[in-house]
Each structure stands twice: as C-alpha cells, then as structure tokens.
C-alpha cells in the first residue's frame, strides 16, 4: 500500500511541475498524454492484472522521461545541454534516452503479459517476438511523430525533436532496439523471481 502511494505521489507531483510554465504547450500535451493514458490503463487494470514491481517501477521512470522532456522539450533539456558542451555532441541527446527507454520498458511489459499468459512457451520465441514488438512500437511512434507534424506543421517541430539530425528516424528506432535487448539481457532473471513471488500471492489469495 505505502509503495502504490509513493508511487502515485512521484508521478503526480513531478505531472504537476511539468505543466507549471512549459517550454511549449502543445509540447507538454503530447509528451505526457502517453504518461497520462498509461496510468489511467494502470489504474483500470491493477485489481483484474497486477503487475510486477518491477514493471511498475520501470512505468514510473518512463513516465518520469516523458515529464521531463515536456517541459522542456526534448531538445532543451538543461543537464543535456551541459553534457553537449562537456563531450562536444553537436546537439542535445535526451531524446535518445526516451528513445532507449521506449524499447526498454515495453519490453518487460510484453515479457510479462507473454510469461503470465502463457501465450509464448519457449524462451528463444518469446525474445524474438518482443523484439520485435518493440521495433514496431518504435515504427508506430515515429508515425504518430510524422502525422502530428503534419497535423499541427510547424509547431510539431520540438515534438519532432530532430534537431536537424537526417538520421533521427533510424537512431531513435536503433535505439529502442538496443533498449529492449538490454532489458531481455539484464532484468530477465530479476523478472522472473517477481513473477514467482506475484504468481505464489495470487495463489494464496485464490484459496
């Protein structure tokens, strides 16, 4: 109980600041709304399909990213502008870790609706299929970045986040791809001693 409240408390508090005085409204919207849909499915969903802590966890951060480059937009986020002086990057990369991000955490999401479904038996299918998922998530977003544009014209451009990079596309899909194998390779185990302890309490309160 206290987890699920510190939880909520972050997300909301860290909601609340990215609306006070963004860099640009329509920015703002579009970044948080996926956040913003994401707790309102959480919340539909917690007593029918509780996840993992882990998942949560990783939600919250995620959510977190999208805050952030809300209020600032993604090509102006301060502490990355440091880091473009520092190492001399010829722009402001935090777009890339929501990028990262937008692989890394969808895919111990798909893990777990595969794992607890039982939809995917074999370990080797179920990596292949989240990946992937996650690069067709990547691809649908970069459409749903391309439709805004078009939507809105110009004013799309600090949600399109280019920057004037030719290759922003392919890297942001790269990216995601990197994001969700690292997170195949490192929290699987992590995962799965979660799901054992989610899968021995929902047993128990079965009984």
Known sequence: MINKIIWLIVFFVVLIWSGIHPKDQ??????????????????FSYNRFRLTPLIYF?????????????????????????FKEWFGFTRNNYDKVGHL????????????????????????WQFFFIICFC????????????WAALIVGEDAEAFLGTQGYVWDTQSDMGLALMGAVLALVMLS???????????????????
């Open 26 to 43: 329509l920015t703002w919207f579009l970044e948080v709304l996926p956040a913003v849909i994401g707790i309102l499915v959480l919340a």
């Open 58 to 82: 990783l939600i919250l951060i995620h959510s977190i990213i999208l805050m952030v480059g809300g209020h600032y937009t993604y090509a102006e986020v301060p502490l990355f502008d440091y």
């Open 101 to 124: 991000a937008q692989g890394f955490v969808p895919a111990l999401i798909a893990r777990e609706i595969i794992v607890r479904k039982k939809i995917i038996p074999s370990s080797f």
């Open 135 to 146: 690069l067709a998530f990547s691809a649908f977003y970069e459409l749903i970045e391309w």
């Open 189 to 207: 185990k992590l995962h799965n001693k979660q799901l054992d302890q989610l899968k021995v309490i929902t047993q128990k309160k079965a009984r």
